[in-house]
């Protein structure tokens, strides 16, 4: 059977989702997991669940905080004594980073960012989106290993019915190596919120929000039901927005269970950003605006009226 | 400065995208290409920086396909001043590709100081040949940037991550930078820009010249098709 290494970020006292949805698709097989620093008990707890056989706590000094280079040293040397077949990790901003960078320490191959995938026996099979989600193609890989796998966050899903592992815990000693690329400092983000990459629901508004202090109604409405707040690039530009918030083609891709689009007409570029959302919701005064014809659910009236109104009625809903 | 551009051509965003019928790409015939849209940050910064420090130049690489050189002679056209093209399908994975890079950047006769990508390719979105190119060439390097600043020798990059945060990173020369949206605003290309392009050196190379083989395939790929469509709701 492949030995399988799955990478984790910490975030708090939890792993991020992505690394419980890669372990619950990797039920049957014996994988280990390993994150940089000390491990908090709930996210082993969480990682048992979901099947992990040992959990790896690789220490090291300069390690405290991400940098290219540390990151990649210290994971290259743990994997280097493992024998690993495959080595997976989230498709998030650090793993989209890193692991290339120790795919190709090993002179390995990588598929980026699958949304699903099988083990046929010891083999690996994934399927991606290209194009922005205008085609889908099969991935596999060859040549030396291990192989090197990321996952897009909330594509896979929970598994519901996830077997239990030991998940017992090691100290590994790793060495971060030289580092060039020096961190001087972290500036916040604006939101605190789960990033739009991660969210389970998105609340995105366009160019017809007219101005930035109006995205205060989707706000309140994202912090009523949970959502994190995403723009079209016609808001970005105008200046109503940062880029950090873009949904699309030249912004982020998203798959949350629900997207509410508030004056957004549905360019083809930002649907490829987030047309592999499970439910669409789109509020427009134009009954012909394309993304009607993605939307699962149509509102047509203007948003300015009805996104205080669904946000009264959450409230209601949910006893706030 | 010896500073380099990755450049890669993409299909236009509108381009309609069909499967060739068995399923091993896409049909490329009848398609546009354009400029990948982040390496025209790449190719801005590289002019930035090339005219902050006298007697630099800056050499713009591909790999891909000869059919149609729109993306070089754009980068020439904004004030780039020679060019490589690695002839090769246009369908190499990341591995093959920044080996063919490094190949090129070798063939050049000169050491990079700077090497300027984008963070990520519209058509793949690997986000990946910037980080093995850096890691093959053993140098430094910060993808996802959106801030520049700094001399020959010395630069202050930052990256953005998750919720708009940036990580500032302190890098010493030479180094890899992959630019997002936001750390520049790309010139157009002026029309006498244009006719002088059409003079500057474009180097053809093959794999072969580069040092890249069928034994360098790490990634397979096949059976394009496209999305399920959604029922209209
Ligand atoms: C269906 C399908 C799936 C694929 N899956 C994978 C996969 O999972 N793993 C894999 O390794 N490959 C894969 N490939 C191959 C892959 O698409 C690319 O050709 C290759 O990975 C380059 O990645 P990218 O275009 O996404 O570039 P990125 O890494 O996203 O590009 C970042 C930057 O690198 C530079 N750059 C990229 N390509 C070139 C170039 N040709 N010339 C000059 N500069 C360039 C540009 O500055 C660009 O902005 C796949 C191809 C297809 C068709
Ligand atoms: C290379 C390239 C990359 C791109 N990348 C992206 C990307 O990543 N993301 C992206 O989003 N776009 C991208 N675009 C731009 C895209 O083509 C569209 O221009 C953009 O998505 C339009 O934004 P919008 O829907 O907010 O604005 P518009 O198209 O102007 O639509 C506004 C909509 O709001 C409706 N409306 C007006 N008033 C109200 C009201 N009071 N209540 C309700 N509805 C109202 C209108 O009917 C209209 O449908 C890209 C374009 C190119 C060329």
């Known amino acids: 059977m492949a030995k399988i290494l799955v990478f984790t970020e910490l975030h708090g006292s939890h792993v991020k989702g992505v690394t419980l949805e890669i372990l619950g698709k990797l039920a ?125 966050p909330n594509a896979l899903g929970m598994n519901a019915n996830p077997t239990a592992g030991a998940a017992s815990v090691k100290e590994d000693a790793v060495d971060a190596g030289a580092i060039r690329a020096m961190i001087k400092d972290i500036v916040k983000g604006a939101s605190e919120k789960l990033d739009l990459t991660e969210a389970n629901i998105i609340v995105s508004g366009g160019r017809a929000m007219k101005d930035a202090a109006n995205f205060k109604i989707l706000e309140e409405m994202a912090n009523v039901i949970g959502a994190t707040v995403g723009a079209s690039r016609a808001a970005v530009d105008s200046g109503f927005a940062p880029h950090a918030m873009q949904v699309g083609q030249t912004g982020k891709t998203v798959a949350p269970s629900l997207y509410i689009a508030c004056g957004i007409s549905g360019a083809i570029q930002h649907l490829a950003g987030m047309r592999t959302s499970k439910v669409i919701v789109a509020i427009n005064t134009d009954p012909d605006a394309p993304i009607f014809t993605k939307a699962d659910y149509g509102i047509v009236g203007d948003l300015f009226t009805i996104v205080p109104i669904m946000t009264q009625e959450f409230k209601n809903l949910l006893g706030k | 400065m010896n500073i380099f551009v990755c450049v890669k051509q993409v299909p236009d965003t509108e381009t309609k995208i069909v499967p060739s019928g068995d399923g091993s790409f896409i049909e490329t015939s009848s398609i546009k290409w354009i400029m990948n849209p982040y390496d025209e940050f790449a190719v801005e910064q590289a002019l930035l920086v090339q005219a902050a420090n006298a007697g630099s130049t800056v050499t713009v690489v591909r790999v891909g396909s000869v059919k149609d050189t729109e993306a070089l002679r754009t980068a020439m056209a904004m004030g780039a001043d020679d060019a490589f093209l690695v002839e090769a399908a246009d369908n190499l994975d990341s591995y093959m590709i920044a080996k063919a890079l490094k190949g090129a950047i070798e063939k050049s006769g000169k050491t990079p100081d700077l090497i300027l990508s984008g963070k990520q390719a519209i058509d793949d979105d690997c986000l990946q040949v910037p980080q093995i190119l850096a890691t093959m060439l053993n140098l430094p390097s910060v993808s996802v940037v959106v801030g520049y600043e700094g001399s020959a020798t010395d630069i202050t990059v930052k990256r953005e991550v998750e919720g708009g945060a940036l990580e500032v990173y302190g890098v010493k020369l030479p180094a890899m930078i992959a630019c997002n949206k936001g750390i520049n605003t790309p010139r157009y290309a002026s029309l006498p820009g244009i006719m002088k392009a059409k003079k500057k050196p474009l180097t053809t190379l093959s794999l072969a010249d580069v040092g890249v083989s069928d034994a360098d395939k790490r990634v397979k790929y096949s059976n394009f098709q496209l999305p399920p469509e959604k029922p209209p709701g």
Do not use: W
């Not at chain 1, 090291?60 to 040293?73: F, I, Q, S």
């Not at chain 1, 960078?101 to 995938?117: H, L, P, Q």
């Open chain 1, 28 to 152: 049957g097989h014996t994988v280990d997991v390993a994150a940089i620093g000390a491990i908090p008990a709930e996210a082993i707890a969480d990682l048992a669940k979901f099947g992990a056989a040992n959990v790896h706590s690789l220490k090291g000094a300069n390690l405290e905080k991400y940098t290219p280079e540390g990151y990649a040293n210290a994971l290259k040397g743990f994997i280097a004594g493992g024998s690993y077949d495959y080595v997976f990790a989230g498709a998030t901003s650090l793993g989209k980073d890193l692991l290339p960078r120790v795919a190709t320490m090993f002179d390995a191959g990588m598929a980026s960012e699958v949304t699903n995938f099988i083990m046929e026996g010891d083999k690996f099979a994934g399927t991606r989106p290209l194009f922005a989600g205008k085609c889908f193609a099969k991935v596999e890989l060859q040549g030396p290993k291990p192989h090197f796998v990321t996952v897009r």
